[in-house]
């Protein structure tokens, strides 16, 4: 779930400031060795990026994961 955080005030019409709240969004994505947990396929690969109001960060983080088996094809 992407948690709010908030920015500098801003002036509203009628000269009135306001504290902005900005929309946070991290998207993950993920690799496998395979599609079937039961049968021992494991995590090998973790990515995500940052995005503020639907604009990219340039914050993002890339995970290789040792899954201590070969992959399918």
């Known amino acids: 779930m992407a948690s709010p955080h908030f ?15 900005d ?12 599609l ?13 990026v940052e995005l503020v109001n639907r604009k990219l960060t340039g914050n993002n983080k890339h995970f ?3 899954p201590g088996r070969d992959s399918h094809e």
């Open 7 to 21: 920015v500098m005030p801003r002036e509203r019409p009628g000269g009135k400031t306001s504290l902005t709240l």
């Open 23 to 34: 929309m946070r969004q991290i998207f993950l994505d993920t690799e496998t060795t395979g």
């Open 36 to 48: 079937y947990p039961d049968q021992g396929d494991r995590l090998i690969e973790i990515g995500c």
């Open 64 to 66: 290789y994961v040792n």
